[in-house]
Each structure stands twice: as structure tokens, then as C-alpha cells.
């Protein structure tokens, strides 16, 4: 409304400037951009073009969607991947949120993938993830295969004797199955990234 207003108030000022240009020429062969209501007519074409470019550049319908659930501020991205739709977007925000403060504090990251793959190498399937998203030697990644009703937790090569294989499996298995068994994968991926949170804390700490 107020933008209507805006514009209505320009073309009664431009129809005013342009009365005042045919009253200044009237019948002369006068230049109206160095008159003085041709100035004015000049300026106010100007404005009203400067005000439709920024509406034009505005968002349409509602404010401009958070950052931060697929790609973070800035350079920093989420590492939260569902490919499956599985996730609700509290979800993700919380998983976002949980790996900023990993990496302020840590310089770690956890990551989750969610997907339908239905093979039997999910481990294989995870690292590549990993190499993809550049994962280094102190992160976790766990993927969750949807259609395969499977789960692997992966951790960095420089963790490995510190937080093993059979560690990555009992972690998974504690903290997901119960969740991912009943499809609560929400519950499931924020119950397990928060005992790997508390782990990097006594860890580092």
C-alpha cells in the first residue's frame, strides 16, 4: 500500500512538473532540460525510476529464507545432507547449530547424510560422502539409509584408535536403533550427534 501511495504521489508531481514545462515553452522552440521545471521534470523521472528498480530487487512474499540448513553463512556449510527428506528443519537447524559450536570449540564436524541407496556397502557409500564434503581426520559422519533400513557411523582416520570400529558400531546402535527402528530419524541422528558432542568434550577437554 505504502508503495502504491509512493507511486500515485511521483505521477501527480510529474504531471505537475510537465504542466509547468508547457506553461514555461508554450509555443518556443525552448530546450526543457535547461529550464528550470524541466530540471524538476528530469529529477523526478530519475526518482521514480530509482524507486521501481528497488522494488523490483525486493522479495516477493515474505522475507528471504534463513541460511544455514544447506549452506551456512558465509563459507561455512551445514554438512547435513538429506537426500531423503527424511529431517524436519528443527532438525537440521539443531544439527547446524550443534556443528558450530564443534568446530568453534574443536574445529570438528559430525555430518549426516540421509538417503535411499539400498546397497550393501553403506560404509563405502559414507566415505565417499566424506571425501566429498572434505571431511578431515577428526570428524564423524553417519549416513542413514532409508530405503536399505541400514545405518553406518564413520570416524576420521586420526580419531581410529581412540574411537574404533566397534565403537562407531555400539554408538549407532545405542543411540539410533531404537528411533530409526520406529522411523523417527529426527530423534534418531540428534540423540546420536549429541553423544558424539559429549564425547569430543571429555576428549578434548
Known amino acids: 500500500m505504502r508503495g502504491i501511495l509512493i507511486f500515485v504521489l511521483c505521477i501527480a508531481a510529474v504531471g505537475a512538473a510537465m504542466g509547468g514545462v508547457a506553461a514555461g515553452v508554450k509555443n518556443k522552440r525552448v530546450n526543457i532540460f535547461k529550464t528550470q521545471a524541466g530540471a524538476w ?4 523521472v530519475m526518482v521514480i525510476a530509482a524507486i521501481g528498480i528497488g522494488y523490483a530487487r525486493a522479495p516477493v512474499n515474505g522475507p528471504v529464507p534463513e541460511p ?24 537440521e537447524r539443531a544439527l547446524y547449530e550443534r556443528n558450530l559450536r564443534l568446530y568453534d570449540r574443536y574445529q570438528v564436524t559430525v555430518a549426516v547424510v540421509t538417503c535411499n541407496y539400498g546397497g550393501d556397502d553403506l560404509y563405502n557409500y559414507a566415505l565417499q560422502c566424506a571425501g566429498d564434503m572434505g ?15 541400514n545405518y553406518w557411523l564413520v570416524q576420521g582416520n586420526d580419531i581410529r ?15 539410533m536403533e531404537r528411533s530409526f527402528a520406529r522411523g523417527d530419524y ?13 564425547w569430543y568434550g571429555s576428549y578434548f577437554d
Do not use: H, M
Request: glycine share 10%; proline share 3%; with cysteine.
Open 161 to 175: 584408535r581412540d574411537f574404533t570400529d566397534q565403537d562407531c558400531s555400539d554408538y549407532a546402535y545405542d543411540y
Open 186 to 198: 529426527d530423534d534418531a541422528v540428534l540423540e546420536l550427534t549429541k553423544a558424539l558432542e559429549d
Open 135 to 149: 571431511l578431515g581426520g577428526y570428524d564423524f559422519i553417519v549416513a542413514l539409509d532409508i530405503a536399505g533400513e
Open 68 to 91: 544455514g540448513l544447506q549452506q551456512g553463512p558465509g563459507a561455512y556449510p551445514s554438512y547435513v545432507w538429506d537426500n531423503a527428506g527424511v529431517l524436519s528443519t528443527q532438525t
Open 41 to 44: 521534470l528530469f529529477t523526478i
